[in-house]
């Protein structure tokens, strides 16, 4: 089991999930990145690959991930370019797959930017974002949305809410 933290965090904002994970019997690799400092397509093309080639190339069986926001995005990017022949099952927490509204709030925020890094502006929600250059997805995956993350406007949260409804609640479900 892989796990991939999120934009601006560390391998430590998963502790408690790898944990559970090695409790319950899983082989755990919780990768720390720079997700701050190295662009999305050097982290897919040298980091990512130098971390998990001896994992992938065991052939100790299925390899599963579990990502965190930007984690996903990596992974895909990742799997689109590097596609293992043991991998399993793939479980994204909140990824920005359509881009991030709060990636475009960042790029507009000087002094934002300078926290965000390189990746900043690949995160958003233009179609030259890394989230929509890397296509559709050809892996069995789960994804668990956020619900509400955005705190940066109310009309932001307001237009998340109605997609949420309408795309991911049959319609005798939904408000």
Known sequence: MVLLHGFGRSGLSLWQLERFLKQAGYDVINVNYPSTILPIDQLVEDYLPRRLAKRLATGGGRVHFVTHSMGGVLLRGYLQRHPPVNLGRVVMLAPPNQGSEAADFWSRSRGLRLFAGPNRARLGTNPESGPRAFGRVQFDLGVIPAQNLC?????????NRTMARSRLLPRKFRE
């Open 151 to 159: 705190r940066f406007s109310r009309s932001c949260c307001r237009r």
